[in-house]
Nanobody, 121 residues
Framework: QVQLVESGGGLVQPGGSLRLSCVAS????????MAWYRQAPGKQRELVAA???????NYADSMKGRFTISRDNAKNTVYLQMNSLKPEDTAVYSC???????????????WGQGTQVTVSS
């Protein structure tokens, strides 16, 4: 069984920062690409950033320069450092892993439950 569990969301003022974490738990041998997505009320889910197991990153244009994705492969954890937050960043942020090599075989398209980020004064 593989679970992705996010933490670190909350309420922050415009211009503030938050750091999200997502841990992949279970008997895991390797996690390939991990990513953060977000979904605001009434909008489609969108990619925020992704990172491969080798550390290559990809960002949505609107997040470049403000958000930084990183990971610790030994801890099966991905992070999202969010700076200069804006009210339009308010959304549920969800963690995603495309392929997880775990006890019992490969698990594909794993999602966390999401964590709420609210940017408001």
């Amino acid at each position: 069984q593989v679970q992705l569990v996010e933490s670190g969301g909350g309420l922050v003022q415009p211009g503030g920062s938050l750091r999200l974490s997502c841990v992949a738990s279970g008997t895991i041998f390797r996690v390939e690409t991990m990513a953060w997505y977000r979904q605001a009320p009434g909008k489609q889910r969108e990619l925020v950033a992704a990172i491969t197991s080798g550390g290559n990153t990809n960002y949505a244009d609107s997040m470049k320069g403000r958000f930084t994705i990183s990971r610790d492969n030994a801890k099966n954890t991905v992070y999202l450092q969010m700076n200069s937050l804006k009210p339009e960043d308010t959304a549920v942020y969800s963690c995603y892993a495309d392929r997880v090599r775990a006890y019992g075989g490969f698990k594909y398209d794993q999602w966390g439950q999401g964590t709420q980020v609210t940017v408001s004064s």
